[in-house]
């Protein structure tokens, strides 16, 4: 059998047709998820880019491989300690490897692993083909690799190939010569809104609606379609159509890669599995073009799987984390679950369209702020232990029936249910250290590791900071652009919080 497993960066599910959305962003992605089984609720347990890939391949929580972050120790494995043989955990225990050991060919055509020096994430592949622009690549430049490893292999037998697009991705990149088939399209309802709008417009933080590019409202000429900020309906449909044509350009080659299956003779024989690393925040949390959060919309991942002779047409409710993959292939091809994975096998959902999976699912994100989140039944209940400059209080909670756009924090309404939230979180919690006390090197949860080293990749202030920092000389800049753009108040409530970290980072 042949898997194919494409992988679009910052794909929020409910920007594709056959999640609900009204823009035709999807077809061949809805056609193939009539041809399969499509899960509503998948999510990485640890976002974004960096953790979620390493999670997925490895089967494992970021608080026991270690890679919770974007920087700093938090971006690198944990040291796996004496009991590292000649390969380590990455290489004998990883998704990848067990295909192999399946006598699966194994490639990938992606730029991730040098992007992020993340040379586990290669591990157990027989054939990497780096795109060479380090994510910053549209799909013109990806999809004439993916054509000719497609010409040379598409009739083999038993080869998994991973393919990485980007154009979902910040900066929306879709060259300039695609007609923009959405310019007369109905905005989301919600985010046609002068009201929104203006509320967004008073908040702080990386990414909010008045400094799209984290920090500032710079644009960048070499991509027109991306605004530097959103202070109007045109600016708001400029970030929301360039979001959405990154989608439809994907899937015009998705069509490309289906039409060689087809041409081949093998698109019944082939497994197809469409994921994402994370969603993308569009005004979700007042935030716009980032995945910077452990909310419901960074977290959670489109999964799509038509697998030969499966389920067609199903819809899986019920909760999953992207590791779960790993312990599902297995099942399917006749593997084995390896002893370190954190995944539970869903291979039932796959084959008879079974309606099973979790009743809750831990989320945690520690490049942009630190927070760790608990999804079960309606509610979201998010717990901030540095909020990237945002203002986040400690605890939020959103009914994501009525307010899916999480737009109405009640914690203050409902101490009873954020009790329970942190109950569910405390639990699992305890129940990773106990593993990690059993089976790792050491016994340290890594996104105190973040918050020690200084916080997020994205938000910290130690004076030698570097690309994708602020430090303190640019905070200060930011402090400043809060003010020219009337949240004075906004600045000196930041000023004050960190008035103890910029002290510290500010040389003699």
């Not at 960074?298 to 819809?315: D, E, F, H, Q, S």
Request: charged share 25%.
């Amino acid at each position: 059998m042949r898997i194919l497993y494409i992988d679009i960066d910052s794909q929020r599910p409910d920007h594709l047709g056959c999640y609900g959305y009204h823009r035709n962003t999807s077809p061949t992605i809805d056609q193939i998820a009539s041809e399969g089984v499509l899960f509503e609720r998948c999510y990485t347990p640890d976002a974004p880019c960096l953790p979620s890939r390493t999670a997925f391949y490895s089967g494992r929580f970021g608080i026991h491989t270690g890679v919770v972050g974007h920087g700093g120790t938090a971006a690198q494995p944990k040291i796996q300690g004496s009991e590292r043989n000649f390969r380590d955990y990455f290489d004998e225990q990883g998704l990848a490897r067990q295909l192999q050991i399946l006598g699966y060919h194994t490639a990938m055509i992606s730029p991730f692993g040098q992007r992020h020096a993340a040379w586990h994430f290669y591990a157990g592949f027989n054939e990497i083909h780096n795109t060479g622009e380090g994510g910053m690549e549209s799909a013109e430049t990806v999809q004439p690799v993916v054509d000719k490893w497609m010409a040379d292999n598409a009739s083999k037998d038993d080869w998994y190939l991973h393919i990485n697009y980007w154009d979902p991705h910040t900066p929306y990149r879709v060259p300039e010569d695609i007609e923009n088939v959405f310019e007369n399209e109905p905005l989301p309802a919600w985010l046609d809104d002068d009201e929104v709008i203006a509320r967004h417009n008073k908040m702080v933080g990386p990414h909010t609606s008045l400094e799209i590019g984290m920090y500032n409202d710079n644009e960048m000429e070499k991509y027109p379609r991306h605004p530097g900020k959103i202070t109007d309906k045109a600016s708001m449909r400029r970030m929301i159509d360039g979001y959405d044509m990154g989608v439809r350009y994907v899937d015009d080659q998705i069509a490309k890669i289906i039409a060689d299956l087809k041409a081949a003779g093998v698109y019944d024989d082939t497994c197809i599995i469409i994921s994402a690393d994370h969603g993308e925040n569009q005004g979700e949390l007042g935030i716009y073009g980032e995945h910077g959060t452990a909310d419901d919309t960074t977290c959670r991942v489109p999964l799509i799987i038509k697998y030969p002779n499966g389920a067609k047409g199903a819809r899986n409710t019920k909760f999953h984390y992207n590791l779960d993959l790993a312990p599902t292939l297995m099942d399917l091809l006749g593997g084995k679950k390896k002893p370190l994975w954190d995944g539970e096998s869903y291979a039932d959902a796959i084959t008879e369209g079974t309606d099973i999976g979790r009743d809750e699912v831990v989320i945690s994100q520690c490049c942009h702020v630190c927070q760790r989140s608990v999804r079960w039944d309606k509610w979201l209940y998010m717990r901030t232990y540095h909020d990237g400059f945002h203002l986040f209080p400690q605890e939020m909670l959103y009914d994501l029936e009525a307010d899916p756009h999480e737009q109405n924090n009640l914690a203050e309404a409902h101490p009873d249910i954020c009790r329970e939230g942190q109950w569910r979180l405390s639990r699992w919690h305890d129940a990773q250290m106990q593993k990690m006390a059993i089976e790792s090197n050491d016994v340290t949860d890594p996104l105190w590791t973040v918050v020690r080293e200084g916080g997020p990749f994205h938000a910290r202030l130690n004076s030698l900071a570097g690309a994708g920092q602020p430090n303190v000389n640019k905070f200060h800049t930011y402090l400043e652009h809060l003010e020219k753009t009337g949240r004075k108040e906004g600045a000196e409530e930041l000023r004050s919080k960190y008035a103890r970290q910029i002290a510290k980072a500010t040389p003699v």
